[in-house]
């Protein structure tokens, strides 16, 4: 297992397309690193660079401590498994496993032994002398991925593995692929748009949006403390609601105090945030800190456009001064559209963007 | 789309199109097993007397054997030849990026629309310098110009729809771009190599232009200049040259027969793209 | 990106190597011939450069005008009834009937087969006034008695255009039924589910759809037609005299029997001019994606 680095590495297609700009990024040795981002965003294009199935215009590319910049995928060690699996139609599920082994002409015996203890941990055995075209998608997927695991490289590369897969398949296949990585201690990049799979999968999550990195770091610190309003708004579902406003001081606060007023959209609450007076922001609040309480405790009051329940929640979309805000409630209040309903913010639970970058203004104590 | 009303019109016309199209081909075998005496005076759709005498004398008298001989070995040779240098050139047109390479496509499609009777002239010359007038060689040089870009054409279009992540995976895997090439991609274009091999070789086998032109007498002649020329003593001989063509197309009538699915793709792969 | 440049030009050197070789030199020969005066039967003249004389003698000659008259007659036919027949047989094998296999197979023989034996069939069958043809066509009243076709250049370009169609309409309706199977079955179900009925459908789908296919189609048919060679050769010779000679037969009678390279030459670029305009126009019109990649 090794680490695998992109130090400052810029992607340019031909026609002028930037695909990459001054990325730097790390897997650790043995970590599961997950990128994600919303389709352009580049990730696709990063993990074909660590594979060298594409080339930098700039920059360098290490797997371990070995600079691979300039080599191609067939010296690099990695296994990639492919968003359509690329199973060799030709051929059955066993050479299919065993092919990488084979290229590299390693002994018959030893590619047996290897292709027999991958396929019984798989459960392929029964499949080994199928064509993948004979294959259902599950399948054909875990062969994808024995093909991978036969070769005990440095690394194994994720290309949207699921997509392609139902939903109930899929949650099986992630589990599936979270018990492999604990079992092989491997290092992992993985690759997808969907955020619920990258908060569930990854060690860390790299967040990419247009080739740029916007953030790295753990589910729950993406979740807690999103670096800009596009993370915020891309992590967590569903999705942080965000308002216009402004910030005035706290009356009667002779400054210093780490909680202001942020005021706008008709919301007006305290936030911890350090950022100056006047400052235009926006207001950034998760629907699960958006309670709804009776009216005489309730500080927002909305008017609920639709409730779609979802067995174990609600969520309640409303309207806020032609606004949308959502918020989520316990599955066995009453709330009908077409009422009002009065809302509270749980406390400190606003993050503050700044207007015009996006960025996340805290405080000291954030 | 159904048609209702229209199903028997529709019917009507396709089998009046199909007997349109089978009707020469059974009136040449009728003829051809005609003597020569009847086979002007009293056309009947049904043959009266049958004989097998046109038929001998085609191998006794003619020698067509030597004609199907050199079509054969021009159209095989030059289909082999073609297959093996064009598959070389679709591959770095489908799979490789280099500058230039909408020229090329667009250059050897232009290519392909060249009037043969452009060329015949100065290919003779160059030819008779070389002394290879009616030779194997002769033909097969000049077959080149309208196969070779067939062949490209033909499996640079197939060689796209093969999906480029099975060469990544293998890439991937290990594999040098020589092993993902034999081990991969071709096994998986078998069937278009196959396809195009068929195509070059009727567009050879048919061959007439250069054919005529090139070659000076019946040892190297082939099958459409040999039918062709066909000559009587006294009158054409109809019998002969029917009982030829029916030779000539059987087997290619037999090829398409079986072949008639792959046919269809091949045509279809490089042409039209929506 | 550099070693697969090199690559790529490696691998495409040896065809486009023949191409270059076996047309294109040949091509620019052909052009240098046609500016000399190049007669193979009278030797002792030489081969003086008489710059574009011989093309001042094509525009004056009217058998050359002659020919390409007849050579646009012969493709415009075709070329229609090809078009209207590979339609309906196109749109007749997109849907599944029984024996589909065996008619599909059925009309590509005559495709399959040389032109030259395409053009024997065809002769034999209305050659003299016993021929079937005739036989046929007095039976069933069309004819009150049995014509000689190649005596009169009307009747002559019948058995040649039929000839032509019979052998080329599969070809046709191969093109336009790949056309065909791209176009998406849902909107015709969209348009039945608005009410709309099969001439509607046919007219405001199917052929607007069809556009690009019935182009590439033209384009295909309008080039091979205008270098028609082998089957007026076998079926009419030129005839009677030259009035069947299309272009392409007349520079080969030039060169071949006449020998005048010189002036055969000059023809073969003319032909070779008229055709590569026509293939330009086309393309244009079609507008060239030719080379399109998908990275």
Redesign the interface.
Known sequence: MARIALEHVDKVYANGYVAARDLSLEAADGEFLVLVGPSGSGKSTVLRLMAGLEQVTSGIIRIGERDVTDLPPQQRDIAMVFQNYALYPHMTVRDNLGFGLSIRKQPAAMIKERVRSVSASLGLDALLDRKPAQLSGGQRQRVALGRAIVREPLAFLFDEPLSNLDAQLRVETRVELARLHRQLGATMVYVTHDQSEALTLGDRIAVLRDGALQQVASPMELYARPANRFVAGFIGSPAMNFLDGVLRTKEGDPGGGSNVIFEGSGVTIEVPCDAPAGSKVVLGLRPQHLEVVPDTEGTIRAEVVVVEPMGNEQIVYTLLEAQRLVAVAPPELSIVPGAMVSLRVKRDAGHIFDAESGIRLGSRAT | MTFRWGRWLFGAVLVALVLFTLFPFYWAIVASLTPDAALFREPSLWPRTIILDHYRALFDERDFLTPIRNSLVVAGTTTAFCLMVGTLAAYAMARLEFRGKAAIMAFILAVTMFPQISIVSPLYLLLRSMHLIDTYPGLIMPYMTFAMPLTVWILTGSIRQIPRDLEDAAHVDGASRRQSFTKILLPLAVPSLATTAILTFIYCWNEFLFALSFTLGPERQTVPVAIALFRGQYQVPWGQILAAAVVATAPVAAMVLVFQRRIVQGLTAGAVKG | ?KK??R??????A???G??AL??I???G??VW?SLHMHELRMPWLGKPFIGVDNYLEIARDPRFWGALGHTAFFTVVSISLELI?GL??A??M??AFRGR?F????????W???????A???R??F??E???AN?LLVDAGILTKPIVWFIETATAWVPVILADV?KTTP?VA??L???LQ?IDLTL?EAAAVDGAN?WW?LRHITLPLLK??IL?TLI?RT?DG??V??LI??LTGGGPGTSTEPV?LY??NA??QNLR?GY??AL??V??AI??GL?LLYMKGLG????????
Do not use: C, H, K
């Open positions: 990106m697969e440049a690559l790529g030009w490696m691998l495409v040896p065809a486009l023949v191409i076996i047309a030199f040949p091509l020969w052909t011939e027949l309906f047989l749109l007749a997109n849907r296999g008619v599909r197979a059925a009309v590509l023989v005559p399959a087969i040389p032109t030259v034996v395409a024997l069939l065809w034999f069958m050659e003299s016993a021929g079937i036989a019979w070809f191969l093109l039924l790949a056309g791209n015709y099969q459908q690009p296919a590439v295909f080039l205008f270098r060679f082998d050769y076998v392409a520079t080969f060169l071949l390279f055969g030459s073969s670029v032909i070779f055709t590569f293939a060239v994606r030719l080379a399109g990649d998908e990275r």
